[in-house]
């Protein structure tokens, strides 16, 4: 699933655990950061949450793990759908 940060950039959502968010971004975040982004497709909706940590993958990208702030039931159920 496409997400687009607050700061512009695109990134792409891996997998949602729970309350946790995987996904690849163009740049780093230190811990605790927080994020906002949207969701582009079908539904586009706005998120936010704090950064656990982020890594470097082989393609120069990031792999950021964070956990939402506001994150309703019926959010989560579209996040899980796209992700499929």
Same mark, same amino acid.
């Given at each position: 699933?496409? %997400?687009?940060l =607050?700061?512009?950039e695109?990134?792409? =959502?891996?997998a +949602?655990?729970?309350?946790?968010?995987? #996904? %690849? /971004?163009?740049? =780093?975040f230190?811990?605790? =950061?927080? +994020?906002? #982004?949207s969701?582009l497709? &079908?539904a586009?909706r706005? #998120?936010?949450g !704090?950064? +656990?940590? /982020?890594?470097?993958?082989? @393609?120069?990208? #990031? &792999?950021?793990?964070? *956990?939402f702030?506001?994150? *309703? *039931?019926? @959010?989560?159920?579209?996040? %899980? !759908? &796209? %992700?499929?």
């Open positions: 699933m496409k %997400l687009r =607050a700061t512009g695109e990134g792409e =959502a891996t +949602i655990e729970g309350n946790l968010l995987t #996904f %690849l /971004s163009p740049r =780093a230190a811990p605790g =950061a927080p +994020i906002r #982004f969701t497709g &079908e586009e706005s #998120f936010e !704090r950064t +656990i940590g /982020s890594k470097r993958v082989e @393609d120069g990208r #990031f &792999e950021v793990r964070m *956990r702030v506001n994150l *309703r *039931r019926e @959010d989560r159920e579209v996040l %899980l !759908r &796209e %992700l499929r």
